[in-house]
């Protein structure tokens, strides 16, 4: 079974500093792995998604992860933070249900605080 | 382009009362439909999906259960709530399709409080 690990469920920046956020992922098959961001009290929004064309992926404001096989990991990563980029963040691999159907797992989610 | 809706956006209901959550996507046809709940500090967790009308898997077994009267519409009910059903749900959809390759998309969100 696929499985999400998220490192840390806090991390804390500085405005203009390097972010990273860690995910490993556990999957018996290629996975496809995705990277949400979901603000207080709505939805959760893509930021970005690796379908095995590039091991770097580009995503909307800024991010970007890596996907490394041998370490099986996907962190995600922002040159420099913004004061907007405060939100929860929630790594996810795609799996097939009970139906055979894509499902995805879910980590536990890393809230990013940024301060001034 | 697509769009998804939720709602209530709040509710709050006592314990033993029933419950229907609705959802309905916009400029898609026969999207497969998720329900999620979230819990604070733990992550999604995937309540049921649907790949067409009529047609729902649960991945969780508890005292809700799910419909799908009509193509772009999924309802989340409960005969009678839980102290511990209380949470954030979420619904989501994606394109129709096995691949696995193929993101969701998520509403608004639904916070329920039973008291």
Same mark, same amino acid.
């Given at each position: 079974?696929?499985?999400?690990?998220?490192?840390?469920?806090? %991390?804390? %920046? &500085?405005? #203009?500093?390097? /972010?990273?956020?860690?995910?490993?992922?556990?999957?018996?098959?290629?996975?496809?792995?995705?990277?949400? /961001?979901?603000?207080?009290?709505?939805?959760?929004? $893509?930021?970005?998604?690796?379908?095995?064309?590039?091991?770097?992926? =580009?995503?909307?404001?800024?991010?970007?992860?890596?996907?490394?096989? *041998?370490?099986?990991? !996907? @962190?995600?990563?922002? +040159?420099?933070? @913004?004061?907007?980029?405060?939100?929860?963040?929630?790594?996810?691999? &795609?799996?097939?249900?009970?139906?055979?159907? &894509?499902?995805?797992? !879910? #980590?536990?989610?890393?809230?990013?605080?940024?301060?001034? | 382009?697509?769009?998804? @809706?939720?709602?209530?956006?709040?509710?709050?209901?006592?314990?033993?009362?029933?419950?229907?959550?609705?959802?309905?996507?916009?400029?898609?046809?026969?999207?497969?439909?998720?329900?999620?709940?979230?819990?604070?500090?733990? #992550? $999604?967790?995937?309540?049921?999906?649907?790949?067409?009308?009529?047609?729902?898997?649960?991945?969780? +077994?508890?005292?809700?259960?799910?419909?799908?009267?009509?193509?772009?519409?999924?309802?989340?009910?409960?005969? =009678?709530?839980?102290?511990?059903?209380?949470? !954030?749900?979420?619904?989501?959809?994606?394109?129709?399709?096995?691949?696995? *390759?193929?993101?969701?998309?998520?509403? +608004?969100?639904?916070?329920?409080?039973?008291?």
């Amino acid at each position: 079974a696929q499985s999400v690990t998220q490192l840390g469920s806090h %991390v804390s %920046v &500085s405005e #203009g500093a390097l /972010v990273l956020l860690r995910c490993n992922y556990s999957s018996s098959v290629p996975p496809y792995l995705f990277w949400y /961001v979901q603000y207080p009290n709505q939805g959760l929004q $893509l930021l970005l998604k690796y379908t095995s064309a590039a091991t770097l992926v =580009k995503g909307i404001n800024g991010f970007e992860a890596e996907f490394k096989k *041998s370490e099986t990991s !996907f @962190h995600l990563t922002k +040159p420099s933070a @913004h004061m907007s980029d405060a939100a929860e963040y929630f790594c996810a691999v &795609s799996s097939s249900g009970n139906s055979g159907y &894509s499902t995805l797992t !879910f #980590g536990k989610g890393t809230m990013l605080l940024v301060s001034p | 382009s697509q769009t998804i @809706h939720q709602w209530p956006a709040t509710l709050v209901q006592p314990v033993g009362s029933p419950l229907s959550l609705e959802c309905t996507v916009e400029g898609t046809s026969n999207p497969n439909l998720y329900w999620y709940r979230q819990a604070a500090g733990r #992550g $999604l967790q995937l309540l049921f999906y649907s790949v067409g009308i009529g047609q729902i898997s649960s991945e969780v +077994p508890q005292n809700l259960s799910a419909s799908r009267p009509q193509d772009r519409q999924f309802i989340l009910s409960s005969k =009678k709530l839980l102290l511990s059903d209380s949470g !954030f749900y979420l619904c989501a959809w994606s394109v129709w399709g096995r691949a696995l *390759s193929y993101e969701q998309y998520f509403g +608004p969100g639904t916070r329920l409080t039973v008291t």
